[in-house]
């Protein structure tokens, strides 16, 4: 997964993972609010219904207060003794006897009072059984209750009235007779008052469960009240009480579990909360170790390619120029690998990261991009040289793992970032410099040049066209004639391809190696071979040689390919000798080795190309069972230079006679060249001595001419 598609994806998840534990814990908490919202309101409307019962119990007791004394009065006013005795001279002492005495003690009134027909003279006044004087008790509002009172027939008038102690309940109506027909004169008005006190209120409260009912002056915060109001309206005081808040006192009861609910539910938030948050936290912990594994190496520790290219972009976008980049590629690693193993492969790896991070103190960052390639990036005022030379001085060290000493080298490309070019243009110039630099040969640094891109270009049109010679059959064989040392006649011809494009001829030392680098050798292989054949039938006498690249040779098919390709064309197999240079034997010894037992089954023969400028040994040549050698042309051309070449030669000649490995010369020139190898035992020259290569047409006019002759 690339690193922006880890991220991506964990983003999500935690993302998903919050709204998840937002939701829940909103919804939790509206349903809590809800919760308390209704419980809140059940104990506010059950304290509310019951201050409303309390305020009317309040209100009805004030009620039954009145009426109770309202009815004892109209039970004394309303009686025709009274009325009779009142009316008589000897009024003051039945008052007194029936009313004025029983004040002392009788629940019912605590004060009785007669006022005359005139409304104002007292003919009587007890209370508690003591004479007292109402005018200065009461003042003037009970006078004017009196006033109301006197009407006959008038129903008792009742009211609070403030006294000289507090506040007193009188119930005033005019005395009569029960049963009273026709005018009566003007009537006296008896008043029963009734203290407004605790022992009242203590009975008020039993009565109508109001307790802790008492008389204040004003409300009372906290209390719940109702007015005690005069006949004219004015507040006189008021009864307050404490409300009962029926609702409270349940939740009360209730409260220890609402209070385990509440935290049982804020425990259980706070675990989600924190299993949310530790998911969170863990996923953001995946995403790093994913975004860190997407752009590292996990091998040496280093950056990778994808971590590399964030890097450069990073490095561009804030213009932290000039950044440079050098990719570093081990010379020889595969051999180590090849001969130490892979552990000591992986080892000398991490040693190499080590050395190439901390190699100056300039470079920002050191990367990985695959089996032995490298990059360091660098920004800095150091010199593209420099950094090359501190490179591969480094590297030209020797590493010692596990007591082994191993020496690798490098190449390097560099390229420079130049105006406004992304990350990857940068990367793919220093990769085209360490292509060029490792081409040139081992330890070799290049800097990127555009020179490069068109040398690049050439040879990717050079491709193409070569791709299509081939197709077309374009590549034509020349023969270059293998004289017999001996005789001078002519034994055998060198089959060499031929390319001749409308820009001139194109040497085989270039498209040979073009072709093998880009996969066309074997179409050009099996052409060739077809084409020398087909020429080689119209002579009959001589051998024919046909060159093969180490590549066509490791294919595995490559053998049965020539097999059918002589059987097609019914060419004698003993004929043919197939020339081959040393490299394939180091390179891939056994594919090699299978392939050519195959072909010397069916009695082709090998010849052992440019012997001599490589490391092949004469034990080689036998081991792999050739049946001919051919001296480089570079060792014919040494014998002109001076006597050392020629012992050299003499030596290695001998050598291969010794083991009938029977010998060829190439690329003599001269008839000196010519006698030296003759005498050194060679049996077989070319070269342009001898004959240059020439078509097919020239050999057969040659071979025609010969015959005459
Ligand atoms: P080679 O196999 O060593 O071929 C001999 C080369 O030496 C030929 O070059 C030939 O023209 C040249 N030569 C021969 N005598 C003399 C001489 O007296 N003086 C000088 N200066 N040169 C001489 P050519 O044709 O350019 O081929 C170069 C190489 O290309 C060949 O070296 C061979 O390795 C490869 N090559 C050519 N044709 C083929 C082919 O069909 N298949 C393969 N695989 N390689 C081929
Ligand atoms: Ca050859
Ligand atoms: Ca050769």
């Not at 922006?4 to 998903?16: D, W």
């Not at 594994?293 to 280093?302: I, P, Q, T, Y």
Request: with cysteine; charged share 20%.
């Amino acid at each position: 997964m690339s690193s922006n598609l880890a991220g991506r994806h964990v983003r999500t998840q935690t993302f998903s993972i919050i709204v998840t534990t937002v939701c829940f814990l909103l919804v939790a908490l509206v349903l809590t609010g809800l919760m308390a919202h209704v419980v809140a309101t059940m104990t506010r409307s059950a304290n509310e219904i019951d201050d409303a019962r309390a305020n009317r119990a309040a209100r009805a007791s004030i009620a039954a207060f009145v009426s109770r004394l309202s009815a004892t009065t109209t039970d004394n006013a309303v009686w025709d003794d009274a009325y009779k005795a009142i009316s008589s001279a000897g009024a003051a002492d039945w008052a007194y006897e029936n009313w004025g005495k029983t004040s002392e003690d009788y629940p019912l009134y605590d004060g009785a009072i007669v006022i005359g027909p005139d409304r104002s003279s007292v003919v009587s006044a007890y209370g508690k059984g003591k004479p007292f004087e109402p005018r200065a008790f009461f003042g003037q509002a009970f006078f004017r209750q009196i006033n109301t009172a006197a009407d006959f027939e008038q129903a008792p008038v009742v009211n609070f009235i403030k006294s000289e102690k507090g506040i007193a309940l009188i119930a005033s109506q005019a005395i009569q007779p029960y049963d009273e027909e026709g005018e009566l004169p003007k009537l006296s008005v008896l008043s029963f008052y009734k203290e407004l006190n605790a022992e009242v209120l203590g009975t008020l409260s039993n009565e109508h469960e109001l307790e802790g009912l008492r008389l204040a002056a004003a409300p009372e915060p906290g209390l719940l009240n109702t007015p005690i109001t005069d006949m004219r309206g004015a507040v006189l005081g008021h009864l307050v009480w404490p409300s009962k808040a029926p609702g409270s006192a349940v939740f009360q009861q209730v409260y220890p579990y609402v209070a385990a609910a509440t935290i049982i539910l804020v425990l259980f938030l706070a675990g989600v909360l924190l299993v949310g948050a530790s998911e969170a936290r863990r996923l953001r912990q995946l995403a790093q170790a994913a975004i860190y594994e997407a752009n590292h190496d996990s091998l040496s520790g280093l950056l990778n390619r994808n971590g590399l290219l964030s890097l450069l972009n990073e490095l561009e976008n804030s213009r932290t120029s000039p950044t440079k980049l050098y990719l570093i590629d081990l010379d020889g690693f595969k051999a180590v690998n090849d001969a130490w193993g892979h552990a000591v492969g992986d080892d000398l790896i991490r040693m190499v990261s080590n050395v190439l991070m901390s190699c100056h103190p300039e470079v920002v960052a050191a990367g990985r991009l695959g089996g032995d390639e490298f990059a360091l990036v660098h920004v800095g005022s150091a010199t593209c040289e420099e950094m090359e030379k501190t490179i591969l001085a480094l590297l030209a060290e020797p590493f010692k793992i596990d007591g082994r000493t191993i020496e690798v080298g490098a190449s390097i490309g560099a390229a420079a970032h130049d105006g406004d070019i992304e990350a990857l243009e940068l990367l793919r110039r220093a990769d085209m410099a360490l292509y060029r630099a490792k081409a040139n040969g081992r330890g070799q640094a290049i800097e990127y040049d555009p020179q490069l891109d068109r040398e690049r270009q050439r040879i990717a049109d050079l491709e193409s066209l070569l791709k299509t010679a081939i197709g077309t059959g374009a590549i034509e064989a020349v023969f270059q004639p293998l004289v017999s040392a001996s005789t001078g006649a002519v034994t055998g011809l060198e089959a060499l391809a031929r390319w001749r494009t409308e820009a001139g001829n194109v040497s085989p030392e270039i498209f040979i190696p073009l072709a093998e680098r880009c996969g066309l050798i074997d179409a050009l292989g099996v052409h060739m071979l077809r084409t020398s054949v087909s020429h080689a039938k119209n002579w009959p006498d001589l051998a024919l040689s046909v060159n093969v690249s180490p590549v066509q040779l490791c294919n595995p098919e490559f053998a049965a390919e020539v097999i059918s390709i002589l059987q097609a064309l019914d060419f004698d197999p003993k004929r043919l000798t197939l020339e081959i240079t040393e490299g394939v034997l180091m390179t891939n010894p056994d594919q090699a080795r299978r392939s050519i037992d195959q072909l010397k089954r069916v009695g082709i023969k090998f010849a052992l190309d440019d012997f001599g400028c490589g490391y092949a040994s004469i034990g080689a040549l036998r081991q792999f069972g050739f049946d001919r050698m051919k001296i480089d042309r570079s060792l014919v051309s040494a014998l002109d230079e001076g006597a050392k070449g020629a012992d050299v030669l003499r030596a290695t000649i001998s050598l291969a006679t010794a083991l009938q490995i029977p010998v060829t010369a190439e690329g003599i020139e001269n008839s000196r060249q010519a006698a030296i190898l003759r005498d050194a035992g060679c049996d077989q020259l070319q070269g342009y001595l001898i004959g240059k290569p020439m078509s097919a047409g020239d050999i057969s006019g040659k071979l025609r001419e010969d015959a005459a002759a």
